[in-house]
T-cell receptor
Framework: GAVVSQHPSRVICKSGTSVKIECRSLDFQATTMFWYRQFPKQSLMLMATSNEGSKATYEQGVEKDKFLINHASLTLSTLTVTSAHPEDSSFYIC??????????FGPGTRLLVL | AQSVTQLGSHVSVSEGALVLLRCNYSSSVPPYLFWYVQYPNQGLQLLLKYTSAATLVKGINGFEAEFKKSETSFHLTKPSAHMSDAAEYFC???????????FGKGTRLSVIA
C-alpha cells in the first residue's frame, strides 16, 4: 500500500515552454502533498506544501507564479513549471501524506530544459 | 526551527561489515524522525520512522535506528552490509501532523566486495 506515482518520469523541453508534472496517490487519499526539488548529489529542498482544495504554501525563495501547484483532489496534485529555463533543470519529487504523518514519495521526474 | 546533521557525506564498508550512518537533529518540540533510502534516479523509500513510541525502531531490509534524546541522535545501523545496500540515505525530522520534512544532506553508502 501507500504508492505514489509521478508522470512523466523524464521530460526534455525547450526554454520558454511550460511543463506539467503529475503526482498521484494510487491507493490512499492524501490530505497533504509536498513538492521537493533535488539538485545532483544534494538533498531534497521543499518547494511547497499543498492541501486539497486550497492554495499551496510556498517556501521562501520559491516563485509561486513560476511553479504553479494545483491540488484538485485527494489523489492528484500537479506542478507546472512555467516558462522553463535551463536553471530549472532538476529532479522534482512529490510526496503524499495521510494522517499518520508518514510521507510516501513518488519516483521523481527529471526535467531537462534546453 | 528544526534541522538535521548527517555526519559523513560518504561512508564505505565491506560486505558483511556493520553499517553505521549518523544523524543528529535539532528540534524545539518532540520530533518525528525518519530514515529514507534513495537509489539512483529514483524517489525515496521509507526505511523506518520514530514517532514517540519505542526508542529502538526496526525497519525494512534489516535496518534499525535508536532514538537517543540525551544525545539528540537517531543513528541508523545494520549488522551486516549487503551489496544491495549501496545507495544514498537521508535522515529527516518533522514536528508531526502534516508538517514538512526537513532533510539532512544525505550520506552515500558504498559497499565493497
Amino acid at each position: 500500500g501507500a504508492v505514489v506515482s509521478q508522470h512523466p518520469s523524464r521530460v526534455i523541453c525547450k526554454s520558454g515552454t511550460s511543463v506539467k508534472i503529475e503526482c498521484r496517490s494510487l491507493d490512499f487519499q492524501a490530505t497533504t502533498m509536498f513538492w521537493y526539488r533535488q539538485f545532483p548529489k544534494q538533498s531534497l529542498m521543499l518547494m511547497a506544501t499543498s492541501n486539497e482544495g486550497s492554495k499551496a504554501t510556498y517556501e521562501q525563495g520559491v516563485e509561486k507564479d513560476k511553479f504553479l501547484i494545483n491540488h484538485a483532489s485527494l489523489t492528484l496534485s500537479t506542478l507546472t513549471v512555467t516558462s522553463a529555463h535551463p536553471e530549472d533543470s532538476s529532479f522534482y519529487i512529490c510526496s503524499a501524506s495521510i494522517l499518520q504523518q508518514t510521507q510516501y514519495f513518488g519516483p521523481g521526474t527529471r526535467l531537462l530544459v534546453l | 526551527a528544526q534541522s538535521v546533521t548527517q555526519l559523513g557525506s560518504h561512508v564505505s564498508v565491506s560486505e558483511g561489515a556493520l553499517v553505521l550512518l549518523r544523524c543528529n537533529y535539532s528540534s524545539s518540540v518532540p520530533p518525528y524522525l525518519f530514515w529514507y533510502v534513495q537509489y539512483p534516479n529514483q524517489g525515496l523509500q521509507l526505511l523506518l520512522k520514530y514517532t514517540s513510541a519505542a526508542t529502538l525502531v526496526k525497519g525494512i531490509n534489516g535496518f534499525e535506528a535508536e532514538f537517543k534524546k540525551s544525545e539528540t541522535s537517531f543513528h541508523l545501523t545494520k549488522p551486516s552490509a549487503h551489496m544491495s545496500d549501496a545507495a544514498e540515505y537521508f535522515c529527516a525530522v518533522s514536528e508531526g501532523g502534516n508538517t514538512p520534512l526537513v532533510f539532512g544532506k544525505g550520506t552515500r553508502l558504498s559497499v565493497i566486495a
